[in-house]
């Protein structure tokens, strides 16, 4: 279970959500959508634990334990996952080396280069990416399309518990879509029980994902939850008027 | 870095006065029992070292006081220190970086038995047998007098600068290496494996000389950090690499805070002559050295690879010189630095083409990465080309370690410490591909220390 209740957070004094709860059982997909600058990628970075959000109200918890003050990387190691909307270029820091890092950090069993190597192998081909992609450096030079594959690539190799996805459909085209689906597919097939987090302002990535819930994020505060029966309402009517 | 700046007590047999005279340096060579023209050659340099004036470019030397350094001390021939007077700090370090206790008692200059020792001489057997000379300058002085003077200061004349000049005067220590005719060391030299002798002096000398098809690795130092009593090394290298000879010189220094680093290193590479300078420099106060190479002979090759970090208090100001005097020689740079806590770094280079150096080709990359605003980074790259059919290519960077990348690595599960070790490993990967293996393991290690002690 993870759980969000009455989260309020700021950023340089400036109050972005308020009062928000949000509640995910095993197994659920919960879209939250909503208009541009209504809080959702800070919804999301707060639930990493992104320091530059500072939370003033508010706990959320991950399987009976409150994490409201735990730091990024305790959180990752809990089995939260974020994919960023923008991830940084970091020259010099090498696909592989990263992959690697993040498995022998986080995995509880021991660490096998041979069989590391041949699992992201395997997530290459299903990504369809060229080996050569990890001898890149992580982000530098990449297109939004391979930085996007490179969110999932990072998501296949962390296997988390709770996945955060955010805006991980912009600027895609219909095929990337399809490719974005394909993974959710399998991370939620190794692991039925993930709980996961959509954040979009599009409905063409949930018709590929279907979500249990969806909730509108507006200025904050969620504003309506429905199932997903509301999404192509929100195509219609647009976020007008539920601002 | 840790702070290393406490000593424990050092037992010396003779150790000169404070500062710098005539009867000092008399006394130095008397010490060593020098044939006069030695004597000679040092009082001339201190003549020099007297009548120049400080440089007035490059790092700040004005605390530097010329009257408050001992100019000579001999060690004790067996050292009466033991494990427990090193001090604390220093020993973390080694166990954070993980050398290893042998190893350790000796950088802590604790007389020991290990067994390094053993392997050495079976070593010293072997490089013997194809007439290898690999021991102290001292030594080399009395045992091969005729090669020892036709090569010793020929490459860095006392007069080439003031700190060469001091250490032409002063000079105690360092190695001498004569690698025959067509023959190729297959294993590196160490410095440390000369373990009774002073491999790690204040203002020691070395000198290295390739016969033409011979190639030979020196490496010096390691990654651990030296503690000096005296705030001065001033250390003069000179590397003679005639025709057709490979000669790579690996330095890792790591001085205490306290350390002013001064040093002049140049080679002659003769026609296809290869020299590489591998040049890692950790810590100090104040470090001002520049690798030098004089393409001297058609074809020949020159490589300086460097990094240096400075931290608080500390200014790394390194480079290298690259004289091209003959056609169709090529000359590759890299230049890594790191300055974080207020630390600041300057890369100073020169590349010279002369007048005939046709054809040659030249590639220059200088990059900085810097931790925090209030560290400083700069660059002072001098080009100097008298010649029109020449390829020349320069690139220089500078970048900031961003609070972005290390949210971004920290939400991988990975710590803040850990991500900047992952970013600063990256950066300086170039470098670190160049070292023998136990040394770039240390390197990572060693970053990796240092990055505990940054403030994010």
Same mark, same amino acid.
């Given at each position: ?41 800070? =919804? ?28 990024? *990387? ?25 992959? !690697? ?24 081909? =299903? ?33 988390? !518990? ?43 990535? =949930?018709? *590929? ?22 999404v192509p309402q929100l195509e219609q009517t647009g976020y007008a008027n539920l601002l | 870095m840790s702070d290393i700046s406490k000593a424990s007590k050092y037992t010396a047999v003779y150790t000169a006065p404070k500062g710098l005279n005539v009867q000092i340096v008399r006394d130095i060579s008397e010490q060593k029992n020098e044939p006069a023209w030695m004597a000679s050659f040092r009082l001339k340099a201190l003549a020099l070292f007297e009548a120049k004036?400080?440089?007035?470019? @490059?790092?700040?030397? $004005? ?34 970086? @993980? ?34 000379? /690999? ?16 090569? /010793? ?22 190695? /001498?290496? +004569? ?12 410095? %440390? /494996?000369?373990?009774?002798?002073? $491999? ?14 011979? +190639? ?10 030296? %503690? ?20 790579? +010189? ?36 104040v470090t001002m050295k520049y690798p030098c190479i004089v393409l001297k002979g058609k074809r020949a090759q020159g490589q300086v690879i460097s990094i240096a970090v400075a931290s608080k208090g500390q200014h790394q100001d390194a480079g290298a010189k690259i004289i091209h005097l003959a056609p169709y020689t090529t000359s590759n740079i890299v230049s890594k630095s790191l300055s974080k806590d207020g630390g600041h770094t300057s890369y100073r280079g020169l ?8 054809? $040659? ?18 660059? +002072? ?14 690139e220089a960077s500078v970048s900031k370690v961003s609070e972005e990348q290390l949210q971004y690595l920290q939400s991988r599960g990975i710590t803040e410490q850990a991500a900047r070790a992952l970013i600063v490993n990256g950066f300086i990967d170039v470098f670190v591909k160049e070292l023998p293996m136990e040394y770039a393991v240390e390197i990572n290690r060693l970053i990796a220390h240092e990055m505990e002690g940054s403030i994010g």
């Amino acid at each position: 279970m993870f759980s969000i209740d009455n989260l309020s957070v700021s950023i340089d004094d400036k109050s972005i959500l308020k009062n928000l709860s949000l509640e995910i059982a095993p197994g659920q997909v919960h879209a939250i959508m909503g208009p541009n600058g209504s809080g959702k990628s800070t =919804l999301a970075q707060s639930i990493m634990g992104i320091s530059s959000y500072e939370v003033t109200d508010g706990v959320v918890r991950f399987d009976g334990v409150t994490i409201t003050n735990l730091p990024a *990387h305790q959180r990752a190691q809990r089995g939260i996952f974020l994919s960023f909307q923008q991830p940084p270029a970091i020259p010099g820091l090498r696909v592989f080396t990263l992959l !690697k890092e993040m498995r022998q950090t986080n995995a509880k069993e021991s660490f096998d280069l041979t069989a590391f190597m041949q699992e992201v192998k395997g997530y290459l081909e =299903l990504l369809s990416m060229d080996h050569s992609f990890l001898e890149r450096n992580c982000n530098d030079g990449f297109s939004g399309g391979e930085r996007k594959r490179f969110e999932l690539l990072q998501l296949l190799v962390a296997r988390p !518990k709770v996945l955060i996805l955010d805006e991980i459909d912009s600027g895609l085209d219909i095929d990337a879509l399809k490719l974005v689906a394909k993974v959710l597919q399998k991370v939620k097939a190794d692991n039925p029980d993930l709980m996961t987090i959509i954040i979009t302002h599009y409905n063409r990535i =949930l018709e *590929h994902i279907v979500p249990d819930y969806v909730h509108v994020l507006v200025n904050g505060q969620i504003v309506q939850s429905s199932d997903a029966a509301l999404v192509p309402q929100l195509e219609q009517t647009g976020y007008a008027n539920l601002l | 870095m840790s702070d290393i700046s406490k000593a424990s007590k050092y037992t010396a047999v003779y150790t000169a006065p404070k500062g710098l005279n005539v009867q000092i340096v008399r006394d130095i060579s008397e010490q060593k029992n020098e044939p006069a023209w030695m004597a000679s050659f040092r009082l001339k340099a201190l003549a020099l070292f007297e009548a120049k004036k400080m440089p007035t470019w @490059g790092a700040d030397l $004005s605390e530097l006081d010329h009257e408050d350094v001992h100019y000579y001390v001999k060690p004790v021939e067996t050292q009466s220190k033991t494990w427990e007077t090193v001090p604390e700090e220093i020993k973390k370090t080694f166990e954070a970086i @993980g050398i290893p206790q042998a190893e350790r008692s000796m950088l802590a200059g604790v007389g020991a038995q290990f067994e390094s020792e053993v392997i050495y001489k079976q070593l010293k057997k072997k490089w013997a047998d194809q007439g290898v000379i /690999f021991c102290d300058m001292s030594t080399a002085l009395k045992e091969h007098p005729e090669l020892f003077k036709k090569y /010793f200061g020929t490459v860095i004349p006392s007069h080439d600068n003031k700190f060469a000049a001091l250490n032409s005067a002063v000079w105690s220590g360092g190695s /001498f290496v +004569y690698v025959p005719k067509g023959v190729k060391i297959d294993m590196p030299l160490q410095a %440390y /494996f000369r373990i009774n002798s002073q $491999s790690m002096g204040q203002f020691e000398r070395t000198l290295i000389i390739a016969e033409p098809g011979s +190639y030979v690795h020196y490496v010096e130092g390691c990654s651990a950090p030296v %503690y000096k009593k005296n705030s001065l090394h001033s250390a003069v290298v000179e590397l003679i690499a005639l025709p057709g000879s490979h000669i790579r +010189y690996t330095t890792i220094q790591n001085w205490s805070g306290n350390v002013y680093n001064l040093v002049t290193k140049r080679a002659v590479a003769y026609e296809d002559a290869k020299v590489e300078w591998i040049d890692g420099n950790f810590g100090s106060k104040v470090t001002m050295k520049y690798p030098c190479i004089v393409l001297k002979g058609k074809r020949a090759q020159g490589q300086v690879i460097s990094i240096a970090v400075a931290s608080k208090g500390q200014h790394q100001d390194a480079g290298a010189k690259i004289i091209h005097l003959a056609p169709y020689t090529t000359s590759n740079i890299v230049s890594k630095s790191l300055s974080k806590d207020g630390g600041h770094t300057s890369y100073r280079g020169l590349l010279k083409i002369a007048k005939g150096a046709h054809h $040659s080709k030249s590639k220059i990359q200088c990059d900085a990465l810097m931790f925090d605003d209030i560290s400083q980074t700069d660059t +002072y790259p001098t080009i100097d080309v008298k010649e029109q059919r020449v390829d020349i290519g320069h690139e220089a960077s500078v970048s900031k370690v961003s609070e972005e990348q290390l949210q971004y690595l920290q939400s991988r599960g990975i710590t803040e410490q850990a991500a900047r070790a992952l970013i600063v490993n990256g950066f300086i990967d170039v470098f670190v591909k160049e070292l023998p293996m136990e040394y770039a393991v240390e390197i990572n290690r060693l970053i990796a220390h240092e990055m505990e002690g940054s403030i994010g």
